[in-house]
């Protein structure tokens, strides 16, 4: 059984209404529906709070959720395509990786 076949669930920090599933999957615990992602080259979700309502990458809510970062790097690199959005598929990295890694 691979890991991104078993759906684990995790608040969005800063989003209480919001949970994210490991593959992806954003659902609105307010009412109580999964939300759509736009079509873009980097999937993006829109969430609001009392502070407002932020357009934020999904494989970023990913990464900081579920994948462990203890070298503290900033950037997300994604091994297979941003269109597979999963936390199997992504690790940290430092800008410069990330850079190298997107011309090959």
């Known amino acids: ?10 608040d969005i920090t800063n989003f209480e209404n919001y949970k994210i599933s490991n593959t992806g999957i954003v659902w609105n615990k ?4 999964k939300i759509k992602h736009s079509n ?3 999937p993006r979700i829109h969430l609001s709070n009392n502070h407002g309502r932020k357009h934020i990458p999904i494989h970023l809510v990913i990464a900081q959720l579920f994948i462990h970062n203890p070298e503290k790097k900033f950037d997300i690199a994604s091994f297979i395509s941003l269109l597979c959005i999963c936390c199997t598929n992504s690790s940290f990295c430092c800008s410069r990786s990330n850079i190298i890694k997107s011309f090959k």
């Open 1 to 10: 059984m691979n890991y991104s076949d078993i759906l684990i669930w995790k």
């Open 30 to 33: 307010k009412y109580n529906r």
């Open 40 to 42: 873009e080259k980097y």
